[in-house]
């Protein structure tokens, strides 16, 4: 037979130094994952009119982003689509929106687009 080493495990409530980081050790942080905002996940589905009204909520009053995402829409040739089949509720939203923003020169030409869209589907 031959002497086999066995292993020794620290003692209760003993540090294992093994592990203890040292002064010139690297240290590598896990990347944080980013998530999409609720918009971004609708617009990725291709839920495009929920996408739309997720982005109007009033939590989420921030212009530029709204028209962003209208901007998208226009993109992808699927602003009609989003438009369509709204309830008042939905289109009083929408309208206010337009309203309150459409003087603003930086956002006038999609929402111009918009309203004629809007006009064209509605009347």
Do not use: W
């Amino acid at each position: 037979y031959k002497p086999v080493a066995i292993p020794t495990y620290p003692k209760l409530g003993e540090k294992i130094t093994k592990d203890t980081p040292k002064k010139d050790d690297i240290f590598i942080s896990k990347p944080v994952r980013e998530h999409l905002k609720k918009y971004d996940q609708l617009l990725k589905g291709f839920r495009i009119s929920e996408a739309l009204d997720a982005v109007l909520e009033i939590r989420c009053r921030r212009p530029e982003i709204t028209v962003a995402i209208m901007n998208e829409l226009k993109r992808r040739g699927t602003l009609k689509n989003a438009l369509a089949g709204r309830n008042e509720q939905q289109l009083s939203t929408l309208l206010s929106f337009l309203l309150k923003h459409l003087v603003e020169p930086r956002f006038a030409p999609i929402l111009v687009n918009v309203a004629d869209q809007i006009i064209d589907i509605y009347s």
